[in-house]
């Protein structure tokens, strides 16, 4: 089955940066697009930005674009998202998860899989 493992949150004030990672396996990772979601407390979970299956298109979320960036490795499975100029809003559970198609696109009802999530928390 599909398996996603996070790593990387942590602890960090505000304008600090963090990298997350996602190591995927149990499909041919290089077919799917790819997503990162987060979920804060007494919030729904949102996509904030997602990944086609070769990495030439990325898209974000408002509220992170210039900020966040997210990249993949084929080679090894891995997609990551590199945050920058953290804010205290920014605190959450962080998922990466799996899309459906090779063009996700920014659709967050076009993803499967989920891994369990790795915390954020930005200190002001």
């Known amino acids: 089955q599909v398996q996603l493992t996070e790593s990387g949150g942590g602890l960090v004030q505000a304008g600090g940066s963090l990298r997350l990672s996602c190591t995927a396996s149990?499909?041919?990772?290089?077919?799917?697009?790819m997503g990162w979601f987060r979920q804060a407390p007494g919030r729904e979970r949102e996509l904030i930005a997602s990944?086609?299956?070769?990495?030439?298109?990325?898209e974000y979320k408002d509220a992170v674009k210039g900020r966040f960036t997210i990249s993949r490795d084929n080679a090894k499975n891995t997609v990551d998202l590199q945050m920058n100029s953290l804010k205290p809003e920014d605190t959450a559970v962080y998922y990466c998860a799996g899309g459906r198609y090779r063009y996700s696109d920014f659709n967050a009802q076009l993803y499967d899989y989920w891994g369990r999530g790795t915390q954020v928390t930005v200190s002001s």
């Open positions: 149990g499909r041919t990772f290089d077919n799917y697009g």
């Open positions: 990944i086609n299956w070769i990495g030439s298109n990325v």
